[in-house]
């Protein structure tokens, strides 16, 4: 329950982002957003300033033309909406999204996925500055940063290896071997060197310590004893106030050019062939996720939310029916062939493309299950 909880306060959060961006850009540039809502209509009440300039309260979800925007408490708590005037080409108003220069409708797309990428870069910047979980691998220790809690974390556990028999899993964190401290893979490898035998191995498991003994088993391409894991030396990465937000934003734009390349990679493994496997997951994956995130503390969910707004951004700027990408590409089409889509066919590509999305989503739903 807890878990569900949190997940739906980290989607609505993002969501509610994502939307306010298109907002707060429409009304910028002139043009009327018609309601703004928290959560999904059924309508439970909104608030709007009449023609005198007095706030009158709406109940339901009654139709009201209001002069401006209607501030909307919504029904269903996930995220939120903004309904902008003409947005659909239906009406052509001065004010209306439809009647603007393909620049403005452009930005106004552009802006709730801008919005994903500047909470990421804020929540990066929060997390630099309490202390945030980060790789050490490789990574140049600089005067103004400061390192704790290092820990040799388990990035991956080898089927039928040693440490896969003796129960360790990814996330785990190894603290000792044979009663000699590890902070990274150099460390457990010259400690298997000195002691190929049985050792007794200390980790730690959502905030519990537990043993076990393993027995390493000797890989010839390495020449050495191995345990069949996977290391990566994590430590809580902090900075100066006035330094947190530069890595912070930096953190968010080199994580958003890795997510391109990573989904680039498993798009084009798709088309060779490979499966998707594990790399992609639906909104059970996510609330398992989360609720994992929050299990190791709240600078790990801080991180989590990050990846999951810039994981967002991506996924709505790619050029796919009924996503912001989508129409930008329908605007991009206006832009070389000189006139706009006629609405009739946008829609029916928009309508057909948002129920395939949500047939995908069925099925990655059951694979989450399933698995």
């Known amino acids: ?22 907002f707060l850009t429409a009304r910028r540039l002139g043009v009327k957003a018609e309601e703004f809502g928290f959560g999904f209509p059924p309508r439970l009440i909104g608030y709007y300033k009449d023609s005198s300039g007095k706030w009158r309260i709406i109940k339901g979800n009654k139709e009201v033309t209001a002069p401006g925007t209607i501030y ?38 552009f802006a709730g996925v801008f919005m994903n990428i500047i909470l990421a870069g804020v929540l990066f910047s929060i997390g630099f500055g309490i202390g945030l979980p980060a790789s050490l691998d490789g990574a140049e220790i600089t005067k103004n940063m400061k390192v704790s809690d290092r820990q040799a974390r388990v990035v991956s556990v080898f089927k039928e290896s040693p440490a896969a028999v003796a129960g360790i899993k990814a996330g785990d964190s190894i603290l000792t071997i044979s009663g000699q401290s590890v902070f990274k893979a150099e460390d457990i490898q010259n400690i298997l060197k000195n002691s190929p035998e049985l050792v007794e191995i200390s980790y730690r498991r959502g905030g519990e310590e537990y043993q076990t003994k393993v027995q390493p088993s000797f890989n010839a391409e390495v020449g050495r004893a191995v345990l069949g894991v996977e290391i990566s030396e994590i430590g809580t990465v902090r900075y100066p106030w006035y330094l947190a937000p530069w890595y912070g934003f930096k953190s968010a734009i080199l994580m958003l050019v890795a997510i391109f390349v990573a989904f680039y990679q498993l798009v084009a493994g798709l088309f060779a062939g490979q499966g998707a496997g594990d790399a992609v997951g639906g909104p059970v994956k996510i609330a398992q996720m989360t609720g994992e995130a929050a299990r190791f503390g709240f600078a790990y969910l801080i991180n989590f939310i990050a990846l999951l707004s810039l994981n967002l951004a991506v996924i709505n700027i790619l050029p796919l029916p009924a996503l912001d990408g989508g129409r930008l590409l329908f605007l991009l089409i206006e832009k070389i062939k000189g006139s706009p889509v006629k609405k009739e066919a946008e829609a029916i590509v928009h309508t057909i493309g948002f129920w395939l999305l949500i047939l995908l989503m069925i099925l990655v739903t059951y694979k989450d299950i399933f698995r």
Do not use: C
Request: proline letters at 2%; a positive charge.
């Open 1 to 22: 329950m807890i878990t569900a909880i949190i997940f739906v306060l980290v989607l609505s959060l993002l969501v509610f982002v994502h939307e306010l961006g298109h």
């Open 72 to 109: 909307s408490i919504n029904a269903l708590p996930l995220g939120g909406f903004v309904k902008i005037k003409g947005e659909n080409g239906e009406v052509i108003d001065k004010d209306s999204f439809a009647s603007q220069k393909l620049w403005r409708r452009a930005v106004i797309l």
